[in-house]
C-alpha cells in the first residue's frame, strides 16, 4: 500500500512523524535540563534552611560561629561552636595544594603542548588519566601509611599535618589542573606561536611572553577548579590531617577542615540537636564558597572572550 | 526515532526509580508480614537495623545466625552511627536503633518513647605505645595527661617521651564514656582525633609516646599496651564485678515495646548462645554476667 502514497501525502506523512522526533527530542533535553535545574535549586534551598538553623532556632551567634576558635560543642555547660579554625584549614590546605600541583600542572601542560606534542602527549596524558581514576579513599590510605611515616621521621612533627593534607591533595588535584591547562594552550591560535618566531623569539621566549599570557585566563581557571575539589575533599584530608580542633601554628602543626569535622561528626550526631545543626552550617559555607570558586570562574572567562 | 523512544523511555525509568527510592526508603520495609503470632509459627518478614558502627559487625553476626535460622526473615544490618541509630528509629524508619550511648545523654531525642535493650557491655581503657613503659596508672594522673598538665611521660615514671594525645570525635560514644569514667568528666585537651578504631590503634602504635582509648577486644596483640587503672587491670571479670569503672552499655533501642520479629531478634541476641559465644568472639561482654548495672546518669549498683 505505502506504494500507492502520493507524494504529497508521503511529504506529509514524513513531515508529520519528523515533528513527532522533534518534540520528543526536545521534551527528553527539557526534561534533563529541567531535572538538572530543579536538583541543583532543591540542594541550595534544603541546605540554605538547614544550615541557618543553627542561627535562627538555636540561638548560635553568627559572628561567634565565623570567628571563634574554640570548637566545644558537647560541653554541656559551656558549648562552644567557633568554626574558624576549620575554615583556616579548609583555606590553608587548599591554597598550598594549589601552590605545588599550578606549577605542575602548567609546566605538564606546556610540556605536552609545546616541546613534546607527540610522544609527551601519548605518555603524560593517559598517566594523569590514570590519577583521575584513583579513588580518594586510597589516596588517603596511601598518605596514612607512606607519608605520614615519612614526614613525622624525616620532617618532624606527628606526621599528621598540613603539609600531609597539601601532599595528597595536590597530587588529587593535579589532573584537574593538567587537562584544562593542556586544552587551553593546544586551543591557543598557531598565528601567535608563528608570529612570535616571526619576530626572532625562541621558544622559551615565545612560551613565557606570548603563550602563557595568552591563555592565562584559562589557566587561571584550571587552577581555581582544581581547589574547588580540594576545598571539598573529606576523605583523604580526614586520614593525613589529624584533625585537631586549634589552629595551626606550623606547617608541621595537625590542623582540621569543614569537610573533616563533618564527616567525622555527622554519624554520632543526632538530627535537629545544634551539634548536627552546626554541621550543616559547615555544609553552607562550604556550597557558599563553591559558588564563589564559580563566580570567579566566570569573572575569568568573561575576561577571555574580551579579548 | 526508535532509539530515541528507547532512551526517552530508559531516563524515565531512571527518574522514576530514583524518584521511589528516595520517597520509598525504609517505609517499605516495615515488617510487611506481621509474625505477632505464637512461637510455634515460623518467622518471617523484614527488619531494618542502624546505628553505631562499633556494633554493626556484633548485630550483623547474629542476624545472619538468626536468619540461617529462619530463613523468611531478611534483617539489614546498617551502620552510620549512633546518632543516626536514634534518629531513625525515634522517627520509624528503622525498627531498632544501636546506639553506644544511653538515649538520654543525646539531644534532641524523645527517649521517653524509646524501649532500651542493652544487649551487650564493652569495657574501654586508655591505650599506650609499649615503648612508654608505663603499665599502671593512677586515675588522677589519667586526668592530669589527658588534660595536658602532664606532658611528658617521664613525670610518671617512663621514658622520656613527649605524650601524644589520640582522640575520638567530640559526640563519639566511646568518647562520652571515657571522659565520663575514665577522666571524671574532664574535657581532654586537643590531639589529633580519628574516629575509627582501627585507626586510633595505628596510630598509637606508629606514634612515640601515643595515648588514646581503645575498647578491650582491640587489645589483641602487643602493639598497643592497655593501662591498668589505679591497680585494677582491664579484664573482663573486673568489669563484671565493677572494679573497673570505665565500660558501657551497648544498646538496641526500639520505639514502644518491641514487638514481632523485632522482639524475637532482640530476644535470640539475649539468648546464653549468643550472649556466650558470638560476643566473646567479637571482644564484648555478656550483659547476662554484669554484677553491677547503671542507669543513664552514671550511678552504679550491684545486683541482687
Not at chain 1, 115 to 142: D, M, N, T
Not at chain 2, 76 to 100: F, H, K, M, P, R
Request: proline share 4%; glycine share 10%; aromatic share 8%.
Amino acid at each position: 500500500m505505502e506504494k500507492l502514497l502520493s507524494a504529497q501525502e508521503r511529504l506529509l506523512k514524513s513531515k508529520r512523524s519528523r515533528l513527532g522526533g522533534e518534540f520528543r527530542g526536545k521534551f527528553f533535553v527539557i526534561l534533563c535540563a529541567v531535572i538538572m535545574i530543579s536538583a541543583a535549586i532543591a540542594i541550595t534551598i534544603f541546605l540554605g534552611t538547614k544550615g541557618l538553623q543553627s542561627f535562627t532556632k538555636n540561638g548560635v551567634s553568627i559572628l561567634e560561629f565565623l570567628t571563634s576558635t574554640k570548637w566545644n560543642p558537647t560541653d554541656k555547660a559551656n558549648p562552644a561552636y567557633g568554626v574558624l579554625p576549620f575554615i583556616f584549614g579548609s583555606f590553608a590546605v587548599t591554597f598550598l595544594a594549589a601552590l605545588i600541583a599550578a606549577p605542575l600542572g602548567i609546566g605538564g601542560a606546556i610540556f605536552m603542548t609545546e616541546i613534546a606534542p607527540s610522544w609527551g602527549r601519548k605518555v603524560l596524558q593517559p598517566i594523569v588519566e590514570l590519577l583521575v581514576g584513583i579513588p580518594s579513599v586510597v589516596y588517603g590510605f596511601i598518605g596514612l601509611t607512606v607519608l605520614v611515616p615519612f614526614i613525622r621521621e624525616n620532617v618532624g612533627g606527628l606526621g599528621f599535618s598540613l603539609l600531609s593534607g597539601m601532599i595528597v591533595l595536590a597530587i588529587m588535584i593535579l589532573p584537574t589542573i593538567t587537562t584544562i591547562a593542556t586544552d587551553a594552550m593546544s586551543s591557543l591560535p598557531n598565528h601567535l606561536r608563528e608570529g612570535s618566531y616571526a619576530l626572532g623569539a625562541t621558544r622559551w621566549q615565545t612560551i613565557r611572553k606570548v603563550l602563557v599570557p595568552a591563555a592565562l585566563p584559562s589557566l587561571l581557571t584550571a587552577i581555581i577548579l582544581g581547589m574547588a575539589r580540594a576545598f571539598g575533599e573529606a576523605l583523604a584530608v580526614q586520614m593525613v590531617i589529624g584533625n585537631v580542633r586549634d589552629l595551626p601554628n606550623s606547617i608541621l602543626d595537625a590542623s582540621a577542615t569543614l569537610t573533616t569535622i563533618i564527616t567525622l561528626n555527622m554519624g554520632h550526631t543526632t538530627y535537629g540537636s545544634v551539634e548536627n545543626n552546626t554541621l550543616w552550617s559547615m555544609g553552607l559555607i562550604l556550597l557558599i564558597m563553591s559558588f564563589a570558586f564559580i563566580l570567579l570562574i566566570r569573572y575569568l572567562s568573561s575576561r577571555r572572550k574580551l579579548r | 526515532m526508535k532509539s530515541l523512544k528507547k532512551i526517552s523511555m530508559l531516563a524515565l525509568l531512571a527518574a522514576l526509580m530514583v524518584i521511589t527510592a528516595a520517597c520509598g526508603g525504609g517505609a517499605d520495609k516495615k515488617d510487611n508480614a506481621a509474625s505477632k503470632s505464637g512461637d510455634t509459627q515460623e518467622l518471617s518478614g523484614s527488619l531494618v537495623v542502624s546505628g553505631s558502627s562499633a556494633m554493626q559487625p556484633l548485630v550483623a553476626a547474629a542476624a545472619e545466625e538468626f536468619m540461617a535460622e529462619n530463613p523468611k526473615v531478611d534483617i539489614q544490618v546498617n551502620a552510620g552511627g549512633s546518632g543516626t541509630g536514634l534518629s531513625q528509629v525515634s522517627e520509624g524508619s528503622v525498627q531498632i536503633g544501636n546506639s553506644d550511648v544511653f538515649a538520654e545523654e543525646k539531644e534532641g531525642i524523645p527517649a521517653d518513647q524509646l524501649v532500651d535493650h542493652k544487649v551487650a557491655v564493652v569495657g574501654i581503657t586508655a591505650a599506650v605505645n609499649p615503648k612508654v613503659g608505663i603499665k599502671d596508672i593512677k586515675k588522677e594522673d589519667l586526668i592530669k595527661v589527658f588534660t595536658g598538665k602532664i606532658t611528658n611521660w617521664k613525670e610518671l615514671g617512663g621514658k622520656d617521651q613527649k605524650i601524644v594525645l589520640v582522640n575520638r570525635p567530640d559526640s563519639s560514644g566511646t568518647r562520652a564514656v571515657f571522659n565520663k569514667f575514665a577522666l571524671d568528666g574532664a574535657t581532654p585537651a586537643e590531639g589529633i582525633t580519628e574516629d575509627s578504631s582501627n585507626t586510633v590503634k595505628k596510630i598509637i602504635n606508629e606514634t612515640e609516646g601515643a595515648v588514646g582509648y581503645l575498647a578491650f577486644s582491640y587489645f589483641t596483640d602487643d602493639s598497643v599496651t592497655p593501662l591498668a587503672i589505679d591497680g585494677v587491670e582491664a579484664t573482663e571479670e573486673n568489669v563484671q564485678s565493677g572494679k573497673f569503672p570505665v565500660w558501657a552499655y551497648e544498646h538496641s533501642y526500639t520505639k514502644g515495646e518491641a514487638d514481632g520479629l523485632a522482639k524475637a531478634f532482640l530476644d535470640y541476641m539475649m539468648s546464653d548462645d549468643i550472649q556466650n559465644t558470638l560476643l566473646k568472639d567479637q571482644g564484648y561482654l555478656p550483659v547476662t554476667k554484669m554484677k553491677v548495672e547503671r542507669d543513664a546518669e552514671g550511678n552504679q549498683k550491684d545486683i541482687k
